[in-house]
């Protein structure tokens, strides 16, 4: 009898303390979850940033309230730097931006098929950022970097239990930080990112900012870029994923654009070889595509970026005046098809072939500052 009153008791306790667990990550919502599930941004209390499930929050807005919206703009970070507003001027569509951290094409074409579900689109934007063929899909354990389950099929249930009962430290975190009013990078409610603290940090110290957060690096990525020709596993799986999202949009008469973003020339060489150009060649194959990344002015500019793998506003709304013919800067943006595609991957590789030929003499080479006119962000 004993024996059962203590089994009991401890059943009692461990009911409780799970019961104590739920309460506090549904009441304070550490990332967002159950907050999120209307999709609507007057739901948020608090202020969310890209530390929160945003994923999650951008499907079921997209889904929810796809009679705002003509168009959607899907990529990774960086592509978090368009802005809705400014997209409008290439067709006049209203525009939500479905940016996410840590993009992959494979998600990319999830996404495409959610919204051609859900959403209605007329047009579709793809940015690419160079990054992508760097990896496939996403295999982290924080749940912010995981695929909702309305995404994937994956039973909804579990997911929702997995939020109840995931560490009480995160909820503990989350509970400072907003005491404190820390955040990260904050959400707007276009899907764009919000970079007023970049831009106040820049302002303070623009040689300081730059020097940290986009040339710390800066030596050792020149010797990786120009010593070695990177060969990276994902060029095929990045190219069906694109076709997967060409066939999809072409299916039901849904325009798309692909676009492959600037990339500061360190964060280049991650990623850029002759093996990156001939997946560039391979793309024009399966669709057309505006390319802005490349061994330009802008790229060789570090006062256009933020940090070495993002740049600023102005840099994206360059791009939609570039494509629309409002605006221009030479040598930034090329349109290419596969009649000369060709042509566009020889002019990057006799740039390339130009500033190694620097590197190999100086052993660095010249950059660009605020003084000349590819800094762009002057006016803030």
């Not at 667990?21 to 907050?35: C, E, H, K, R, S």
């Not at 959607?72 to 400014?86: D, H, V």
Request: negative net charge; charged residues 25%; glycine residues 6%.
């Amino acid at each position: 009898m004993r024996y059962k009153r203590w089994c009991c008791g401890i059943l009692i306790l461990l009911l409780a303390v799970f019961g104590v667990i739920a309460a506090m990550n549904y009441f304070v919502d550490p990332l967002g979850y159950f907050t999120f599930q209307s999709g609507d941004y007057a739901d948020i209390d608090f202020q969310a940033d890209t530390s929160y499930y945003q994923r999650l929050l951008k499907l079921n807005h997209a889904e929810n309230f796809s009679e705002n919206y003509d168009a959607y703009l899907i990529g990774g970070s960086k592509a978090g730097s368009y802005q809705p507003e400014k997209l409008t001027e290439l067709d006049g569509y209203r525009y939500y931006n479905m940016f996410e951290l840590s993009g992959n094409l494979q998600e990319y074409a999830m996404v495409t098929d959610f919204l051609i579900e859900h959403a209605n689109p007329k047009k579709i934007i793809i940015s690419i950022s160079g990054g992508e063929v760097r990896k496939e899909g996403l295999n982290f354990t924080d749940p912010v970097y995981q695929y909702p389950a309305k995404l994937t099929g994956d039973s909804v249930m579990k997911e929702t239990l997995k939020f109840l009962f995931m560490d009480p430290n995160k909820t503990f975190k989350r509970i400072r930080e907003r005491l404190t009013g820390k955040t990260y990078y904050e959400m707007e409610n276009t899907g764009a990112r919000n970079l007023v603290k970049s831009y106040t940090a820049f302002s303070e110290d623009p040689e300081e900012f730059t020097q940290k957060q986009v040339l710390k690096s800066f030596d050792k990525h020149m010797k990786t870029l120009f010593t070695k020709n990177k060969k990276l596993d994902y060029y095929q799986t990045t190219l069906d994923s694109l076709q997967q999202i060409k066939d999809s949009c072409d299916a039901v008469g849904v325009e798309l654009m692909v676009i492959v973003a600037p990339a500061f020339i360190g964060e280049m060489s991650e990623h850029d070889s002759t093996y990156y150009w001939k997946y560039l060649e391979n793309m024009a194959t399966i669709t057309d595509y505006w390319d802005f990344s490349g061994y330009h002015d802008i790229d060789l500019n570090p006062y256009n970026y933020y940090n070495e793998g993002h740049f600023y506003y102005e840099v994206a709304e360059l791009i939609v005046d570039t494509i629309t013919g409002k605006d221009s800067y030479p040598g930034f943006g090329a349109y290419v098809t596969r009649y000369n595609v060709a042509e566009h991957i020889d002019e990057r590789a006799a740039d390339y072939q130009k500033l190694k030929e620097e590197y190999n003499t100086t052993g660095t080479i010249t950059l660009f500052g605020m003084e000349d006119a590819s800094y762009l962000p002057k006016s803030r």
